[in-house]
């Protein structure tokens, strides 16, 4: 998966200078697997307010970051997603805003693009906003559900929606679940127990689902059916984002390690990045090749080129 963006860091450029003068021949640095050589962007101090997800909307080249605004579990009409550049610049803090009459949005957490949907978890219900317009058009509640977050396509016509299963306090609700959910407004569980360790990130993966758990910290495969197929833990638990790329790559952030990880199909694990506090739910901007991290306490992103 070879990158197009080609911008070096500061320190590789000096260095590319420093030994030009001494040897006039082409120097290749070898770069640590998955991690590219360009500087990562910190959007900070713009007004992100607890941002727990972004999304690459490919058709505008734009990221979109879902911001919490308060307590996660609060019904407070007030989170807002922000519309940022590629290059780190806010476009519109607040481009979809449930401080609008319009507008309904409590806690917004994980966010799928279908088509011209945008559709966000939101505690118990997903809401679904037209991307052209930013009209709200729909709300899907999911009965019994208490922290829906991580949010994935499943098909063309339908996604998957993890329900956490955390009540206030961050203690356990009970409510652990997978769901199916569709345009159409249809919501099925694929399964509910909380023996899957508080599901958090989730991502369709070699035709099952792969999910990345919160309590229990692992990444665990499931079959179509919601049966449990293999497991995997890595060095850092409290799982949060959870990307499925083509080549079968895992990425997956951890709030433990602070972290994020990819995981190779054939299991091998690099460290992406280090040292970012409580990194969420991830973003994938696929014409760049770059990880997108809101940091959940620090009210930043960072934008992280791949290789
Ligand atoms: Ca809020
Ligand atoms: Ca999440």
């Known amino acids: 998966m070879g990158s197009k963006f080609k911008k070096s860091s500061l320190k590789a450029l000096f260095s590319i200078a420093f030994l030009s003068l001494a040897l006039p021949v082409q120097v290749t640095f070898a770069n640590e697997a998955n991690v590219a050589d360009a500087e990562a962007i910190y959007v900070s101090d713009v007004g992100f307010a607890t941002p727990e997800s972004v999304e690459y909307y490919a058709d505008e080249d734009v990221y979109l970051v879902a911001n919490i605004n308060g307590n996660p579990f609060d ?40 088509g011209d949907r945008l559709l966000i978890a939101d505690i118990d219900t997903v809401r679904v906003f037209d991307l052209k317009s930013a009209k709200q058009l729909d709300d899907i509640p999911v009965k019994g559900a208490t922290f829906l977050n991580g949010v994935s396509i499943a098909d063309k016509n339908s996604i998957y929606v993890t329900d956490t299963g955390l009540a206030p306090g961050f203690t356990g609700s009970g409510t652990d679940a997978v769901y199916q959910i569709g345009l159409d407004g249809k919501v099925s569980s694929l399964v509910k127990s909380t023996d899957l360790g508080k599901p958090n990130g989730v991502a369709a993966h070699n035709g099952g689902v792969i999910i ?21 833990t890595l060095e850092g638990g409290r799982l949060d984002g959870l990307l499925s790329l083509h080549d079968g790559t895992i990425i997956t952030s951890s709030w433990e390690t602070s972290a994020v990880y990819a995981i190779a199909a054939d299991k091998t694990v690099t460290t992406i990045v280090d040292g970012l506090e409580s990194p969420a739910d991830l973003g994938l901007d696929t014409k760049r090749h770059r990880v997108l991290i809101p940091l959940f306490k620090g009210n930043e992103l960072v934008i992280q080129p791949l290789n």
Do not use: C, H, R, Y
């Open 212 to 232: 990345g758990t919160f309590g229990s910290g692992k990444l665990v495969l499931l079959d179509n059916k919601g049966v449990k197929q293999s497991e995997m």
């Open 75 to 114: 019904k407070d009409d007030n989170g807002f997603i922000s519309k940022v550049s590629p290059n780190g610049d806010v476009i519109e803090l607040k481009w979809l805003d449930g401080a609008a009459a319009d507008v309904a949005l409590n806690a917004p957490k994980g966010m799928q693009i279908m």
